[in-house]
């Protein structure tokens, strides 16, 4: 038996993607998810996990999990509340959630003397870039209170590391799309679009569709996230990220040529604070580990159109 490893939200989608890459090497998989956004069936076909209903902020029930399953040597933190209109409309669950939820794993680590905890974090920390791309020491400065609280989560969690010696891997993660991924939360648009064209309903693009962001396939970042545990990587903060940049209208064509779609978009206003143009500069990420994206959006999205979640 390999190493044992915690992954909070693991039932959800890039969660349950990192069990799958871990799977394949025979760890010893831990889940935790509260199943407001996960799904049970996204991890039935695993070997080797053990899976908790349970929300990160029930302090009780965590330790509970944490002491039955001693000798965790990473966790990964993916649970979290997603969705930048909620974190709007409902401030303190945001906080909640992604704060006190997370200095409830981040005790749990100190406790049960975790070696590294791997924190996803986002893009959304930027704000509006400064330039065209976004480096690891670019301007933080985020547009809703669901940026904010993964920008303090970042803090507490270098905090714990100077204060009682918790390594720890901190993400920012691009646009990620894929299999699994709700329509619904951060950086939507590729599950949208998913959606609407497989039910063959009409296709909306918010202005003029020359936006454009930094797509980044699901399992780049599983894989991200497995050779940052496995290998001597710690106390760092990474983009994951292709570093490559295309439109809202790009994208669109690629999944009408692989979903089968005749339609034409339809346009409408713009949305009120969207970010005109988002990428991150991945070359921190590849000089500290051996990763390297291998799924262009070409490929991402063939194989994404070919997956049947039924």
């Known amino acids: 038996m ?21 799977d394949r090497e025979n760890y010893e998989i831990i889940i935790v998810d509260n199943l407001i956004g996960g799904k049970k069936e996204n991890i039935f076909h695993l ?20 002491e039955e399953n001693k000798g965790i040597s990473y966790v990964f933190h993916e649970a979290a509340q997603v969705s930048v ?64 609280t993964k920008v303090f989560g970042e803090h507490y969690i270098r905090m714990y590391n100077e204060l009682f010696g918790l390594d720890y891997v901190i993400f920012r993660y691009s646009n990620v799309y894929g299999p699994r991924q709700s329509a619904h939360g951060e950086a939507g648009v590729v599950s949208i679009f998913n959606d609407r064209i497989r039910a063959d309903q009409d296709v909306f693009i918010d202005g003029d569709g020359e936006q454009t962001r930094d797509f980044i396939y699901v399992k780049d970042v599983a894989e991200a996230n497995y050779l940052c545990a496995v290998e001597n990587v710690k106390n760092i903060t990474l983009n994951v990220s292709t570093n490559e940049k295309t439109s809202v209208n790009e994208l669109f064509g690629y999944m009408k040529k692989y979903l089968g779609y005749e339609k ?17 500069d991945n070359t921190l990420l590849k000089a500290n580990t051996s990763w390297n994206y291998r799924y262009s959006l ?6 994404y159109a070919e997956y049947d979640p039924k």
């Open 47 to 66: 070997k080797n996990v053990k899976f908790y209903e349970a929300d990160i902020r029930d302090r009780e029930k965590l330790d509970k999990v944490f």
């Open 2 to 22: 390999e190493k044992k490893i915690l992954i909070t939200g693991g039932a959800g989608f890039i969660g349950s993607h990192i069990a799958e890459r871990f």
């Open 85 to 148: 209109s909620v974190s709007v409309e409902n401030v303190y669950y945001d906080a909640d959630e992604n704060v006190l939820g997370l200095i409830n794993v981040l005790d749990m680590c100190k406790k049960y003397n975790v070696e590294k905890i791997l924190f996803a974090g986002t893009a959304a920390a930027y704000g509006i870039p400064e330039s065209s791309v976004s480096s690891e020491n670019s301007k933080i400065a985020p547009l809703a209170p669901y940026g904010l």
């Open 298 to 303: 070409d490929k991402g999205l063939k194989e």
């Open 264 to 280: 034409e978009a339809n346009y409408r206003e713009p949305r009120k604070g969207d970010i005109r143009d988002s990428r991150l």
